[in-house]
């Protein structure tokens, strides 16, 4: 995972599973449940689960903005992994055009992470939850990406674009040790821990795994 490795990744998602609940009660299971954003959605980014410090200006601003985003153009269960990064007009093109509904052009204090962890809740199977500790640990991947698919520099292109294509790379990578994980989690004793190895999507599995690289060591 962003060229990092992970022994044994069935520890850190029980782990978090047992650590996070209300995180995964409050906040995952949300995911997915409506066609737009709610104040109800936005209340679940904060503190204590996700920790978003969306004001209540900051709310109102991305309310309006879901009264006219494009969700039609995006199925609920589109998966990341589906994505192709150099199709010029697929889920990854429409993907790109629905993150900058949200963030183009720019607001004081709303950026990647708020949207992010907002757009999760709407499309759980695409959009990575990119907050500060994501971005770091996939920074280096994501330069690679960038170079890989032949992209223009950072400073000009949208940032994301190259996370996304580093993120989804080891999604794909990973799919079947993802099939693996969800099963044997699937038979935990702790209720939570089965049923989170069930509802959880791919992308935010991954985004788990990444909160336990505090020390990572390269492959």
Same mark, same amino acid.
């Not at 204590?48 to 995006?74: C, F, K, N, V, Y």
């Not at 790109?96 to 607001?107: C, D, G, I, T």
């Not at 757009?119 to 939850?129: D, G, S, T, V």
């Given at each position: 995972?962003a ?23 409050n906040y995952?299971w @949300? ?6 954003l709610?104040p ?6 904060r ?10 200006e900051?709310?109102?601003?991305l309310l309006r ?9 995006i199925a ?10 150099l199709?010029?007009?697929d889920?990854?093109? #429409? ?13 004081s204090?709303?950026a990647?992470a708020?949207?992010s962890?907002?757009?999760y ?12 500790r ?10 690679q ?7 223009l ?7 994301? #674009? ?18 693996? @994980?969800?099963q ?6 702790d ?5 989170a ?12 795994l ?10």
């Amino acid at each position: 995972m962003a060229g990092r490795i992970i022994d044994e990744p069935l520890n850190p998602f029980i782990a978090y599973c047992q650590q996070n609940g209300g995180t995964i009660r409050n906040y995952d299971w @949300l995911a997915g449940t409506s066609s737009a954003l709610t104040p109800q959605l936005i209340k679940a980014t904060r503190s204590p689960w996700m920790g978003s410090r969306i004001s209540r200006e900051q709310e109102l601003h991305l309310l309006r903005l879901s009264e006219t985003a494009p969700w039609s153009d995006i199925a609920v269960d589109a998966h990341l992994k589906d994505a192709d990064p150099l199709g010029p007009d697929d889920l990854y093109a #429409r993907a790109e055009r629905l993150f900058q509904h949200f963030s183009h052009p720019p607001v004081s204090g709303i950026a990647v992470a708020k949207v992010s962890k907002s757009l999760y809740l709407m499309r759980p199977a695409l959009f990575p939850i990119l907050d500060s500790r994501l971005l770091k640990l996939y920074r280096q991947s994501a330069e690679q990406a960038r170079r890989d698919l032949g992209w223009l520099p950072e400073s000009q292109t949208s940032p994301r #674009r190259a996370y996304w294509a580093a993120y989804r790379r080891d999604l794909v990578q990973a799919s079947d040790k993802l099939t693996v @994980l969800r099963q044997v989690a699937g038979q935990h004793p702790d209720q939570l821990v089965a049923e989170a190895a069930n509802r959880l999507t791919d992308v935010r599995i991954i985004d788990v795994l990444a909160w336990s690289l505090d020390q990572p060591r390269f492959a």
